[in-house]
């Protein structure tokens, strides 16, 4: 689902893995000094260069928020931040929500 997701708003999230050549994420001036959202931001920016290309391969990464949260409250959480970054929320408030 994530990978649906990612394919049709162009926006990939750092438990995705997000490869870049270093050139790109150079060019774009990488991560910003954010709290959170700093994946999203990069995405974003990547974005209008080229859409992120979807690979099948697999990650490994910590499920322990979704396993503490369940994986629908967490899915609510994520999308509800999301859209406030997307509105214009300050990052460190949205830092806060998410601990």
């Known amino acids: 689902m994530m990978n649906l997701r990612s394919g049709l708003?162009?926006?990939a999230t750092g438990d995705q893995a997000?490869?870049?050549?270093r050139d790109v994420f150079e060019s774009?001036?990488?991560y910003a000094a954010?709290?959170?959202?700093?994946d999203v931001d990069l995405s974003a920016r990547l974005r209008r260069i080229e859409r992120p290309a979807c690979l099948r391969a697999r990650v490994l990464v910590s499920a322990r928020r979704w396993?503490?949260?369940?994986?629908?409250r967490t899915i609510v959480l994520m999308w509800r931040l999301r859209l406030a970054y997307f509105l214009g929320a300050d990052p460190g408030r949205l830092a806060e929500r998410y601990r």
């Open 18 to 21: 997000l490869f870049v050549r």
């Open 67 to 72: 396993e503490a949260r369940g994986a629908l």
């Open 34 to 38: 954010i709290p959170l959202m700093e």
């Open 28 to 30: 774009t001036g990488g």
């Open 9 to 11: 708003t162009g926006i």
